[in-house]
């Protein structure tokens, strides 16, 4: 599984890239592996809030579907149009393909996730 250093990541795959006061968010490279061939996403809308650990958006593949929960609290400020258009983006390049911007809240919150190193280990102990 492709692990990308300087991200953020959760217990639920997904990942967080900090830019200052926002970050971009999307899914690890292990759920889209698990999912498989991802034919639908649903995203939120600009200015829609979220609190860490609730549900933001749908990802459905041929074979399931999936939640991807908020890592840390925020506001959407873009979405990423392409995959409304071409889901399968996400199974090319998941770390290329992010799923929301947000202005982030409270920064404190990216404490409580793992470090890409950390990934890695957590990655080790599920397989």
Do not use: R
């Amino acid at each position: 599984m492709k692990v990308v250093k300087d991200l953020y990541y959760t217990e639920d795959h997904e990942w967080v890239k900090v830019e200052g006061g926002e970050a971009y968010i999307g899914i690890a490279d292990y759920a889209q592996d698990q999912l498989g061939d991802i034919v639908y996403v649903e995203l939120p809308e600009i200015d829609d809030e979220f609190e860490q650990g609730e549900a933001f958006s749908a990802v459905e593949s041929v074979k399931a579907a999936a939640d991807v929960y908020m890592p840390i609290d925020g506001k959407i400020i873009e979405i990423n149009e392409e995959l409304l258009d071409d889901p399968a983006l996400l199974n090319e390049d998941p770390y290329e393909n992010w799923l929301v911007k947000i202005e982030i809240a409270d920064k404190s919150q990216l404490d409580d996730l793992m470090t890409s190193e950390e990934y890695e280990k957590f990655l080790d102990e599920e397989a």
